[in-house]
């Protein structure tokens, strides 16, 4: 499966045609009571499930990574304009996960060749929203993973299935917000929310890879980069809703590691389409 930050959303909803049947409604997420889950238990319950398993339907094999994960700082160095975040489970680890695109052919160590510096930078800011992932998304989320050397990629379980979920935060010159379709569509269900004092976001329910199975998606242009949260459906649809992805958007601690990927980035910066050819 193509975990790569742009792909073709706007197409598809262009190509939406209106004769199959609905999908459910959002539903609002109900109010969080002051929950805090104890990240280290629900890494007990995934560290059970991770080994050497498939993921969904393109036989991708998932291998634990190589040496421990690194530590978590309590926040990220400052930058000009930019507050440190607070961090949410500073003594939590989650350590990254190997994913074998053809099974039993592992991928080369560090395909972008980064700096040892970098990738350190890197697989910190995975921990940091890992760790804010374990608390704020719900608790039939029982374990996360970040991949390996795919900073914005986390494999997370549910329901005894594991599903890809996109974290990304990419620098770009398209600051417009996203829109729902101007047109019905069954397979798609589409709202817009407001958060952080008048920023907007595009919250997406869609059928993907199969007939019948819905990804989530939270799209939105933050600073001077785009956003994106989203599961993708793994033979069944993904476990976590628009709504409950978009509780973490809400979050001042996730927009905080937001405004610091948008200032120092952790992944290259997404170039416009290409028009007419």
Not at 8 to 25: N, T
Not at 99 to 108: A, K, L, R, Y
Not at 193 to 214: C, I, K
Request: glycine share 8%; aromatic share 6%.
């Amino acid at each position: 499966m193509d975990t790569d930050e742009t792909f073709p959303l706007r197409d598809a909803l262009d190509r939406a045609v209106g004769e199959l049947p609905p999908l459910p409604d959002l539903v609002p997420l109900a109010v969080r009571e002051g929950r805090r889950r104890r990240a280290r238990a629900r890494f007990a319950t995934v560290t059970a499930a991770f080994g050497v398993v498939t993921a969904g339907a393109l036989g991708l094999a998932l291998l634990p990574g190589n040496g421990p994960a690194p530590a978590v700082p309590a926040a990220p160095p400052s930058s000009p304009g930019v507050s440190a975040s607070p961090s949410a489970k500073p003594d939590a680890s989650y350590p990254p996960v190997v994913v074998e695109e053809t099974p039993g052919v592992t991928p080369p160590d560090n395909p972008d060749g980064l700096s040892a510096a970098e990738r350190e930078r890197q697989a910190v800011h995975q921990q940091r929203v890992a760790a804010l992932l374990d608390e704020l998304l719900p608790a039939k989320v029982t374990g996360i993973r970040p991949v390996k050397d795919k900073v914005h990629a986390y494999r997370i379980t549910a329901g005894g299935k594991s599903f890809w979920m996109t974290v990304s935060v990419r620098r770009s010159a398209d600051r417009a917000p996203d829109e729902c379709p101007d047109r019905p569509d069954p397979r798609i269900v589409c709202e817009t929310a407001v958060f952080d004092g008048d920023h907007e976001a595009q919250l997406l329910s869609m059928w993907a890879n199969e007939p019948g199975t819905s990804a989530a998606y939270v799209r939105f242009p933050y600073g001077g980069s785009r956003v994106r949260l989203s599961v993708e459906p793994e033979g069944v649809s993904s476990p976590v809703t628009p709504r409950e992805l978009f509780a973490v958007v809400e979050d001042p601690r996730f927009l905080a590691l937001v405004k610091d990927a948008d200032a120092r980035p952790v992944e290259e910066e997404l170039l416009p389409p290409v028009v007419g050819g």
